[in-house]
């Protein structure tokens, strides 16, 4: 690979990897958006002594046969998942195993590999493992020799990992960069918002007028990032770009959104101010929509502060209510369904939903629309008021359908 830092920074998003509750891949992923998402099912898990006990669990069929260790370290399945989908992803853009040296992984997780540390106390063993080992395992398993970047913002993580590969390419730091985020199946994460009252026994539904919380789901998506001048080099053909990102905090409250939703608002403003686009271009937006109470209701106020009375023109897409709330791995799983809209000039249906009349924004949920703007706007958000917003467009000469 040439050295960084030259010609066209703008940052394409060349490859995808996505292991979920729809499938194993970008294909079967998008298919799986397009036909209703996934359905949750009983956690196997011991001890689960709560009243939410379901989740959208990841499809299991990329399980390798040999143990789940890596140089004779144990992994859980997130950094495992990590590992197939960056596979996944890194094949898709191309990239051979001559070139991936030059490439960083940033990535974002919330609990790691929390589920193996689970397991080996339920069996009396005391040898502990890293807690977010992901990045470091990824960079090895795909023969990188870049410094790997873990991030662990909670359920805004992989967004902050997919700001900060931005930030690596535009800098000239890298011409590519291997991003994303993965989350495992945890009695830890479940059994903390069962305690908060923050996790719905039914199923995930952001924007309902009967919701109760949030559902998790597994799984891993990953994300080939790339400087432009340098995809064009290599004839790589993009999904999408990822033209803008910005963070805020709320400094408000450990677990509770603020309920002005001012630093929510300054993150969608500054993320389009960095791609150097307006409200009227954005065609659809992904909100956080994590189904929580408080959560919804704030979100939904700063849409209508952001975009004002064409918010209820304006498609969301309640990409939780598919796949669940895959907390540090949703930015990117958020990203990497923008790229496929794109790449589509789609936006999928909606589940069906009850919408609460103070969620008063748009859910297509009667078929697919199209994305008629050239822009998705992304919302990610976490405990301790951690906000991220990206903007992804799309290309012209980018990837076939079919391709």
């Not at 990045?135 to 700001?163: E, F, K, M």
């Not at 703007?373 to 000469?397: D, E, H, K, Q």
Request: aromatic residues 4%.
């Amino acid at each position: 690979m040439s050295t960084p830092g030259g010609g066209d920074r703008r940052v394409l998003v060349t490859g995808l990897g996505a292991i979920c509750c729809l499938g194993v891949g970008p294909a079967a992923y998008w298919n799986g958006l397009l036909t209703g998402g996934g359905e949750p099912a009983e956690v196997p898990l011991p001890h689960l002594d709560m009243r939410a006990t379901k989740m959208y669990l990841a499809d299991r069929s990329w399980i390798p046969a040999e143990p789940s260790s890596h140089a004779g370290v144990e992994l859980g399945s997130s950094p495992r998942m990590a590992v197939a989908a960056a596979e996944q992803a890194l094949t898709d853009a191309g990239v051979g195993d001559g070139a991936r040296a030059a490439v960083p992984v940033v990535l974002g997780a919330e609990l790691g590999n929390a589920d193996l540390h689970e397991r080996m106390r339920d069996a009396g063993r005391t040898a502990w493992t890293p807690l977010t080992p992901a990045a470091a395992v990824v960079a090895a398993a795909t023969g990188s020799r870049a410094a790997p970047i873990s991030v662990g913002n909670a359920c805004s993580a992989s967004g902050y990992a997919l700001t900060i590969a931005l930030d690596m390419i535009r800098a000239g730091e890298a011409d590519t960069v291997l991003a994303g985020g993965a989350e495992g199946v945890t009695r830890a994460g479940m059994g903390a918002f069962d305690r908060l009252g923050a996790a719905d026994p039914v199923r995930c539904r952001p924007f309902d007028r009967n919701r109760a919380g949030t559902m998790f789901g597994d799984g891993a998506a990953m994300v080939v990032l790339e400087a432009a001048e340098h995809a064009r080099r290599r004839g790589a053909a993009p999904y999408a770009e990822l033209a803008g990102a910005a963070w805020s905090c709320d400094a408000y409250h450990p677990t509770a959104p603020d309920p002005s939703g001012d630093q929510v608002l300054r993150a969608m403003t500054g993320a389009l101010a960095d791609a150097g686009l307006g409200g009227a271009d954005v065609g659809c937006v992904i909100p956080h929509g994590t189904g929580t109470p408080l959560n919804d209701v704030v979100e939904s106020r700063a849409l209508h502060r952001m975009f004002g009375a064409r918010t209820r023109e304006l498609p969301l897409f309640s990409l939780k209510a598919m796949i669940g709330h895959t907390t540090g791995a949703a930015g990117a799983f958020a990203c990497l369904t923008a790229a496929l809209m794109l790449r589509h000039r789609t936006v999928p249906a909606n589940t069906p939903v009850d919408q609460d009349p103070e969620c008063d924004v748009r859910l297509p949920q009667e078929g697919p629309v199209g994305l008629e703007m050239p822009a998705v706007l992304v919302n990610t958000y976490a405990f301790g008021g951690n906000n991220a917003s990206l903007v992804v467009t799309g290309v012209s000469g980018g990837r076939a359908e079919g391709r």
